[in-house]
């Protein structure tokens, strides 16, 4: 039911399709994220229509709330959403560790106390393979631990523990028609890594994730680790890079090899009052834009660009009108939806270093193609 095929590359970038049971993924490929079953603000229908193959949804809070297993009596995430694309679950493991002083995490698994009422809960490899096939997403992840990426002596620790989890995963995973993916852990450390790459390699997964990445660690010390990662998991099935979602990062990725990406960041930002440009990022709440009758980014096809003017979009925020987070969260996710696709044609067409050189001057972004 799945298959991974690479149609061009240029370099170390890669345009390839990845096939699903609930359709086709063009890659590179930005997934939104769905945390709660639902892309924050934007209908499912509108994320069609931006042009969204494939979104996220989260094991650990849909497994607190509405509960997997009710879920599940309601069709799994596909049918209880109505969202009839590809879905990718993680396996809660970066929110339970993310935690920090409500969790205690031993070689069998994690307790844990929920965030919203304190109660307590045990998360296991086999407990999060069970929750992500009643969830029933196309992708679902293997319940890793994310450790603190400069600590090397922890994360010889926390990786053993890792590749521990990935092998019960697999053992417990039982779905054909989901795809379980490896995760590579390591911190920051060359070593750690590509010994993660070698364990998770083994095991023989449909697709690899690198997580870790974007926690805290400065942007050198990122790209340098999915370089190593580029070099260390096989060139025939894809890399999915965890939790990123700024538009040089994307690029960047992309130049290294990285197929997938996702991140809160579009929506979040959003919220806040954050728009991505052309030219870089913009706070939609200044002052500077109470008469401004230019779109958010002039150029831009999105619904909220190709019909209001930053100087209405700032009076909603203002206001705190709903209707503002709706354009803005709109605007945030088509651009790093068009973004990815300028990038796929960009390979296709050999000419993606110089598109990201261009990209990246005008935007202002750290980082250079590899």
């Known amino acids: 039911m799945f298959s991974f095929d690479i149609h061009h590359t240029e370099r170390r970038s890669r345009a390839a399709v990845f096939h699903t ?11 939104p994220v769905g945390t709660q079953a639902t892309v924050k603000a934007i209908a499912p229908r509108d994320l069609t229509e ?7 949804g989260n094991t650990y809070h849909l497994y607190l709330r509405p509960g997997d297993e009710l879920v599940a009596r309601r069709g799994g995430l596909h049918q209880f959403m109505r969202w009839n694309n590809p879905i990718l ?7 339970v560790f993310s935690l920090s002083e409500m969790r205690k995490i031993d070689d069998q698994g994690v ?4 965030h919203l009422d304190g109660s307590m809960h045990r998360l296991t490899p086999e407990k999060s393979i069970k929750i992500q096939e009643n969830l029933g997403a196309d992708v679902i992840m293997c319940f890793d631990e994310c450790p603190p990426p400069t600590d090397h002596e922890y994360n010889v620790i926390s990786m053993a523990r890792t590749h521990a989890w990935a092998e019960r995963c697999k053992a417990a995973h039982t779905r054909t028609d989901q795809a379980l993916f490896g995760i590579v852990q390591g911190g920051v450390f060359r070593d750690l890594r590509e010994e993660s790459a070698r364990a998770i390699n083994a095991l023989d997964f449909l697709g690899h994730g690198i997580g870790g990445l974007a926690v805290g660690e400065s942007k050198e010390a990122m790209l340098a680790t999915i370089e190593w990662m580029d070099a260390s998991l096989p060139e025939h099935k894809p890399r999915y890079l965890m939790g990123v979602g700024e538009p040089t990062d994307l690029i960047n990725g992309v130049a290294r090899g990285m197929d997938m990406f996702d991140c809160v960041l579009p929506t979040r930002l959003a919220r806040h009052g954050a728009a991505f440009t052309h030219t870089g990022r913009i706070n939609m709440r200044n002052k500077a834009f109470e008469e401004d ?6 150029g831009c096809a999105c619904y909220a660009c190709t019909t209001f003017t930053r100087a209405y979009i700032r009076h909603l925020l203002h206001v705190e009108e709903i209707l503002g987070l709706y354009l803005m969260s ?12 300028e990038i796929r044609q960009a390979i296709l067409a050999d000419r993606f270093e110089t598109f990201a050189t261009g990209w990246l001057a005008r935007y202002g972004g750290t980082g250079t193609t590899a």
Request: hydrophobic share 45%.
């Open 293 to 298: 009758d230019q779109p958010i980014d002039p």
């Open 21 to 31: 049971p609930h359709g086709d993924v063009l890659t590179p490929v930005f997934m």
């Open 111 to 114: 307790t844990f106390k929920s």
């Open 89 to 95: 679950t993680d396996s809660g493991g970066f929110q």
């Open 50 to 56: 931006l042009g969204a193959t494939m979104i996220l």
């Open 330 to 341: 709109l605007h945030n996710v088509h651009f790093l939806i068009q973004l990815m696709g």
